[in-house]
């Protein structure tokens, strides 16, 4: 039987050779050729070469053409992924094409329910289009759970050595599911240079000078009149429905209701789903694994209804302690028609667990104060040399929270390493914890100003 080889291993100098009959084949094999040749695989014994370079066929790895954009019966989600079609469409048959191959792929998703969720759905597409179209399965493919929101040189040197081991008919893929689009990222995706295709998927506002705008699989609601609302997980969800035709709405939920978009749908599953990605990416260590977590280890966890209930009780006991701490340190700001909280996170952290990180705790402690409180709020909580920001719509229409912090990284570049993220959701990160009293102070004088007052807040400690 005729193979073509796509993939070696220098390292183990297996190749992984593929048939692209009625049913493709993929055999790993020992032996010593060049990607591309033809050769024949009788019985497992060992191949010899014969003949140049060939072609694949684009019809055989092609999937089928899904003409109607896939919808999910939000009206306003589903009109932006209709524009954002022909991009989702091209994403899916170049990740598709990339897999059956076995050219290594690897997938970094961010550690927080919408980037796992997202991670999730696309694990099950791969895994249901390989089992429909392919007698042995193999995936040359790396998960990588990503800490933070950008993609820095240190991570791409990993990603290149890892690459590095390779030899392949075509270049290998990077994946990004939920990552900020920042320049801090440009430097990674520099050093990768062209050595691999991406596809970049994510809803985070995209920052004047960010490279990643101009690579042909950057997809980003933003683009296509939509925001953050439309999340990077629900994009996973309709991507990976376009490469395998299976339900994702759970994930859709969960990916929703984890990043608060006003397309939420409140299903008790998608609830619980949330919480446990939410809780294992932020600490591992709660399910006794290593800190890389990877879709089939969430698989795993979310099979056992007795694992979720477990984890969904440690989840509430966890987070009411948190709150009850937090409550406790809170100061308040009176602002003109507003008020301001800031929170120590280090009064809140419980020693020996990560669960709730700063950022997502923020988001927890915002919301029990915005319906507690009768006027809109502010809440700036701090850890470290890192401040995590959020704040009510209301307030933002007059403030514009991202342009304020960007006014901010002007007047205190010796100060402050990065800043941004969404309206609502905002974090800034300091070169030196000391200065962090001095940043917020600013805030806040900022924010009086662009209230309308122009004087700094009265401080009452509660």
């Excluded at 010593?32 to 497992?44: A, K, L, Q």
């Excluded at 800190?291 to 979310?302: F, G, K, V």
Aim: hydrophobic share 40%; net charge neutral; aromatic share 6%.
């Amino acid at each position: 039987m005729e193979f073509i080889v796509s993939c070696i291993n220098r390292g183990s100098r297996f190749a992984y050779c593929v048939n692209l009959g009625e049913r493709i084949t993929i055999k790993k094999v020992d032996i010593t050729c060049s990607p591309g040749e033809v050769i024949e695989i009788d019985d497992y014994s060992k191949p010899v070469p014969e003949g140049s370079r060939r072609k694949f066929s684009d019809k055989a790895l092609r999937l089928p053409a899904i003409e109607t954009p896939i919808k999910i019966g939000i009206t306003d989600a589903d009109e932006i992924t209709k524009r954002m079609w022909p991009k989702i469409e091209a994403a899916a048959m170049l990740i598709a094409r990339k897999v059956l191959l076995s050219i290594p792929v690897i997938i970094r998703f961010h550690n927080d329910a919408d980037g796992s969720s997202g991670a999730v759905a696309l694990h099950r597409a791969l895994r249901a289009m390989l089992e429909s179209k392919m007698s042995t399965e193999r995936l040359n493919i790396r998960w990588i759970m990503n800490k933070g929101v950008s993609y820095g040189t240190s991570e791409a040197a990993a990603d290149k050595l890892w690459i590095s081991n390779y030899d392949c008919i075509e270049k290998p893929l990077m994946i990004f599911i939920d990552f900020g689009t920042s320049v801090d990222s440009n430097q990674g995706v520099a050093y990768m240079g062209d050595s691999t295709e991406i596809v970049w998927l994510d809803h985070h506002p995209i920052e004047d000078g960010f490279c990643g705008k101009g690579l042909e699989h950057y997809i980003n609601p933003w683009l296509f009149g939509g925001d953050s609302s439309y999340t990077a997980g629900l994009l996973s969800c309709i991507l990976s429905k376009a490469i395998s035709n299976l339900d994702t709405s759970i994930m859709e939920d969960a990916s929703l209701i984890g990043d608060h978009s006003r397309y939420a749908r409140f299903s008790d599953d998608g609830v619980a789903i949330s919480t446990i990605l939410d809780m294992i990416t932020s600490d591992p260590e709660i399910v006794k694994t290593s800190n890389q977590i990877t879709p089939a280890e969430i698989e795993r966890i979310l099979e056992s209804k007795k694992r979720r209930e477990e984890l969904l009780h440690y989840a509430r006991i966890r987070s009411e302690e948190a709150m009850a701490a937090a409550s406790k340190s809170l100061r308040k700001h009176q602002l003109p028609g507003a008020k301001a909280f800031i929170s120590d996170f280090k009064k809140v952290r419980k020693d020996g667990t990560k669960y709730p990180l700063p950022g997502r705790f923020a988001s927890m402690l915002f919301d029990r104060l915005s319906a507690s409180e009768q006027e809109p709020c502010i809440l700036m909580l701090h850890f470290g040399s890192y401040i995590s920001i959020r704040m009510d719509a209301r307030l933002n229409a007059k403030v514009g929270m991202r342009s304020l912090i960007a006014e901010e990284k002007r007047r205190h570049e010796e100060v402050i390493s990065s800043g941004g993220g969404h309206d609502l959701a905002l974090s800034i990160k300091l070169k030196d914890e000391s200065d962090k009293e001095m940043i917020i102070r600013d805030i806040l004088m900022l924010v009086t100003e662009r209230l309308g007052k122009g004087k700094d807040a009265n401080d009452q400690n509660t």
